[in-house]
């Protein structure tokens, strides 16, 4: 990839993420709802208390002076102060952060471990009874609603079964032994070689896990499976066979590694969707990630930290869009045997 | 599938085996939703409180009964009309180790109600908590006097939601920073807080005991407590059944059964504070006519609903003041159910074909809302539910006089203190806040005036008895129920009961 | 991926050709009469429900579907919170959730196609802004947007639908796009041109019928997404108002009930289950059959 191409790429961020922001404003500016009414609820207040609130949370500035103001500051990485936890936006969403991510990706990892096997099988066994199986038993994961599944497999795994645990990343006993390095429980666990921590968090994240990476299962099989299918008909593959190789190596090794091109492409493109689509899991597992407090914050009308959060997504989603192309370039060059 | 299926199983298992017991000392409550903050004096949430109360105390504090007792004070007197005189207890200590001392509570009460209290140019969202309180003051030695702008019976009621927090240590960090990092006197201090997970908290051995007047005082009889956050109800009932957890708060009243029925586990109830109720539009031009509301009142049958929707953990109520309330009238006429008779009523006002309406109401309502509605449109009153977000339908509805869309709302109104002031006034008042029927009358308002400031207390209690009688006459609302608040406890625990206030009191909770 | 751009047959016999394709794959065939079936249930609810889904009776809350104890043979799947039959609320429901998925994608179709061809075809300023807005739109993750649209518009069926729409146009849109730039400079495309043909004609005449292919199968994957968001926005408290029920939010309602009334949630469930595995085979189907990249 050529520089002028990769600059040109990130000044497309520009503006996507203005877009964005003005979208999540006007959005929030015209949801009826006022915010100090409904911290207020139905506990005692006055007037002038109720003005005084809306003062100091900046809410008696007109529509678009906020605007202007969110962004000079959004600029400068100031994204302002949560009317409800009362620190600033971006600390709030940091220490949510880690926990979303690390769960996103154990999603995706679930996802594609079983998802190139799967495929690679059902594209070699085409049409076949397995491959069928395989279709089928991979669209069932995009077939039902994530948290009617989550609850499910809860009710097995936690209540019938008490195997595993219900909520959260990590029983505190094991937790607290851990320093937080990475903020990746499982890997910050696994390199001070707590073990024992290591297991649980794994236990907990398990199942939220593959609820969340059940539906991109489904996908990355199908690209996978289709690849696979393009890979094996092309020139260099019967070429390789009519030259005698080995058939089990020509597969995992030469045709595997071009199939998996579009699936690690697509795999990165998906993660952005993923990582915006956790609050349903969130919320049936107790995870604390930043999903479940953005879609909270939506319902109080938390205006600072919907719109920092959406902007994070908004990047997120542009520069995995961005690595997926950087990834298909290089991978790509062609066939190499 | 069925691979994938088996390979679960299997790789539960293995890690299973390697979850440990939950050590006995430490007592988990599953909790629907985690802190905004742990300032004592930054927030308006009532689940914040909860958390926030075990690690501060206050200067007084209810027991399960809801008595109040003195706590960090020692005791109380009121000097006039307008003056309390709080004796502040000595030997109690900070977390910290530090001594509390008089003035940790004086600036406690200047960072509440003084303007840019907080720093920074920010006011304390609570102060409008302490109603009239105008300023407080050290008198002498260990005597704190609050002045009040007028006569405010309820002062003593609301003082248990203010928490005591360290001058110094407030002064040293900065309220942005006592948000996460808390120093109090309450029986636990704040070990760990895990943003969106959990709190967790260890015992505080230098404890002072809390309010002498409930009984067993001393440091707390667990090591470690933790509050772990389970927003979905399914899940939070699993984690108790499955033995996570210890308490679970909100446990749904089609669970009960459920908990009860295992071995490990049982229900605990207390009497709620909230009070149910659907407002007619009192401003719209079908709910005007009185006879018309008395007609919806005739074809609600509350106690077919509390019967099988809520499982009879709920109390009927003929007027908007709960049964355990002060001032409650207990004589108010009960507009028992019977459908002949709300046709009847609204032939009279002029719809002998019945009427057809709109009820309002949101999502955690809508079983209740859809058996309500089936019941009315039984009586000839034709009713569509119409759900939506909390937000929207207070807006539509809590218009402060404004003009109202809408024919009738079902919601509800808090009342922790269970003292009229703090529900009546905000639902019956002309243009109050929580008026969504838009319900007026002078006569009405004048009496809740008079009553908010009568300090005697046996004539207080007369006015909003009268008060209770004139509103269920008018009748602006269709009074229905005040609901229990039920939780699931582990059959380890001991020696906890809930509070009515919603406070989960921990200090003297026992797991075997 | 490559696009192959060969010639291509007139678009009629290759319709047909692709159908018969489509019917010899049994799988997806079998799918499709799946889906045939769920739409008959959905048009015919009023003659086929036992009960009228919206008649509550509290007395029997909860009631168990007929085989086990406590059931009874006249509401064979048990009975919801407000004692409502399960079967009859299911049957009524299959309209709410396949009118929503329909109209959902028949707006998003519409809008994207329109959108995609003038992007691909005109080029220039109308491609820079229309592709900008679908970047933009793409950046929000697809729930919160949904969520905060709901919070702006308020709730009910129409606003639902519109959310849904507002976003999904895009995915229609981006297909056509490419497609139709890969087309636009082919013979066929270029006679109409210097034959003196307006740009309408050359879009809608022209160029439509020979992508409708990958918009189809397209439409019918995200058909069966759509109905399963509408289950995510009833979990979220968004979902459509009573007494009518999409099976998303019986579903959701009934998650509660789970430990111990399984049969309130677990009913819908599967009829969700069912419908959108039998559309998702079904559009496999459709995609090898119609789609070039994919055939044999």
Redesign the interface.
Known sequence: MSVTRLIERLL?LV???L??SV??FV??A?????PV??????????PE?EE??RR?LGLDRPMVERYFVFLGNALQFDFGTSF?????VSD?II??LP?TIELTLMAMIIALV?AIPLGVLAAVKKNSIFD??A??????G???????FG??L??L???Q?????????V??????TVRPITHFLLIDSLIQGQF?AF??A??HI?LPA?TLGLPMT?ILM?VTR?AMLEVLRADYITFAEAKGLNRQRILWRHALKNALI?TVTVAAMETG?L???N??VE???????LG????ES????NYPL?QA??LL??VT??LLNFLADILYTVLNPRVKL | ?KM?HRT?VA???V??T???A??AQ?LIV?FTR?A??L?PA????RETETIIRNIHDGVVTRSSDMMIHPEIAESFTQVSPTVYDFVIRAGVKFHDGTEMTIDDVKFTFDRLLN?GGMGD???S?R???L?PVESVEIVEGNTLRFTLSEPWPLLPA?LPHQQIVSKAHVEAVG??AL??DPVGTGPFRL??W?????V?MERFDDYYGGAPGIPEAGPACVE?V?F?????S??RV??L????VHIINELPPFSMNQVANSPNTEVMTVNGTRSFFLAMNNQGDIFDDVRVRHAVAHAIDRDLIIDRILNGTASRIDGILSPDAFGKNHDLPAYEFDPERSRALLAEAGYPDGISVTLDTTGPMRDIAEAIAALLTNAGINTQVQVG????M??KW?TRGGPKEGDMFLS???NSTLDPF??FG?THGTDA??NSAGYSNPELDALLDAAAVELDRARRGEMYREAEAMASADLPYVYLWVPQDIYGVSTRLSNWSPSPDSRINLHRACLD | ?SFASDARAPADSLFRRNLRAFAANR?AFGSAIVVLIFVVMAVFAPWIAPHDPAATDLFRRLQPPAWMEGGDWAFPLGCDALGRDILSRIIYGARISIFIGVAVILVATVVGILAGLAAGYLRGWVDIVIS??V??L???????FA???M??M?PGLANIILVMAYKEWVIPCRVVRGETLAVRELEYVEAARAVGASDRHIMLREILPNILSPVLVVATIRM??VI?LE??LS??GLGVQPPTASW?AM??DG?AF??ESWWV?TFP?VA??LL??AI??AS?GLRDAFDPR?SE
């Not at chain 1, 995009?142 to 009617?148: C, H, I, Q, R």
């Not at chain 2, 930054?42 to 949430?45: A, I, S, Y």
């Not at chain 2, 772990?228 to 979905?232: A, K, L, R, T, W």
């Not at chain 3, 793409?138 to 919160?144: A, C, E, V």
């Open positions: 497309q503006p996507v993420l877009g964005v979208i999540v959005m929030m015209l949801t009826p709802g006022d009414e409904i911290m207020i609820g139905d506990q005692l207040v006055t208390q005084r609130m100091d409800y936890h009362r620190r600033p709030v220490e949510r926990a079983t069928r199986i279709t089928v038993g991979s669209l069932l995009v077939s039902l609603p994530g948290f009617w609850i499910l809860l009710m795994f936690a209540v079964l008490n195997l595993l645990p219900v909520a959260g990343r029983a505190y006993e094991h937790g607290v024992a297991r649980n794994l236990a398990i593959i489904a199908r289709t579009p969707s990582l915006g689509g609050m349903i919320t049936v597992f107790g995870w604390p990630g479940r407090l953005v879609v939506i319902f109080v009308r919907v959060a959406v997504y908004a989603y542009v | 599938m994938l679960l790789s539960a298992l890690l299973a390697a979850a440990p939950v050590q430490t599953g985690d905004d903050t300032d930054n927030h308006r949430n303007e140019g920010q006011t969202p102060g409008a908590l109603g609301m309220s942005t948000a996460t070990a760990e895990r943003r969106g997970e959990s967790v470690r933790i772990q956050v389970i927003p979905e399914a899940s699993a984690a059944l499955s033995g996570d977000e909390g937000t929207l207070n807006q809590q509800s109104w808090g703090d529900i905000p806040r929580g | 991926m799988l900008r807005i970047d933009i793409l950046g929000f993750p697809y729930l919160i969520i905060g649209l919070a702006m308020g069966a997404d399963i289950a995510a979990f979220l998303g579903v959701a998650r789970i430990l949630s469930g969700i289950l959108v595995l998702n085979v496999q994919f």
